[in-house]
């Protein structure tokens, strides 16, 4: 069955519920109530990123509807990120001592889990693939292409000439290179990597509940 651009709208109709549920999770685990009033150190970081991930949704679907897939596919890459960043939260012996250094400005890839592991991209994105998320890793090496140059932009704008041998035509300006099956993929992918995070930040809101209960 051929890709259509309703298959495109479709996506783009699922990235908009998942905003409305990222408002929801956030305003649930800011607003439990037992013992009134507890906010985490957690809380702020996840709020952070909750913030962000919704700005990179509309910021895909922005650039999307106007053909410039060439800025909106990189905000895949930063949205697994942020599902990496998440993920390093949870790893390490103490979260405030974790929060300080983040506001610090300490880069993550410095900090050390309660192993002693250095939490570089490629640990973290590693242990996501392994532990959480089969599949991510791969998702997260074929976007990084689009964030820095690659032969990924070169073969967007270059191609042999049909009409004249030896002849490479080459395009600058603003052109839609994506096929309408290369868009609904993208637009899927943005969805997929905002659903692994949504699945993360619902995993704080439930660990949030559960310590509030026991304290």
Known sequence: MAVTTEDLDQVFGNLAKLE???MREAKQFLQIE???GKIFTTD???SAIVNRAISLML???TLAHQNNYICAVPL??????????L???????SEEAFFMEYLKGTHIRNIEDASGQKMTDHYLVTRLDKEVFPGIHNLYI????????SNEHSFLQTELSKEEERTILTRIGHYDFFAIDEKVDFAFNMFKASEFLLTLV?????????????S
């Open 76 to 85: 895949i890459r930063i949205q697994i990120d942020n599902c990496m960043r």
């Open 142 to 149: 074929n976007t990084s292409g689009y964030i820095h140059l």
């Open 20 to 22: 409305k549920l990222f």
């Open 59 to 61: 910021g895909f679907k």
């Open 34 to 36: 037992e013992p009134k």
């Open 44 to 46: 702020l970081y996840v």
């Open 87 to 93: 993920l390093a939260v949870t790893l390490v012996k």
């Open 202 to 214: 619902k995993s704080w809101r439930v660990e949030k509940a559960r310590r509030l209960k026991v």
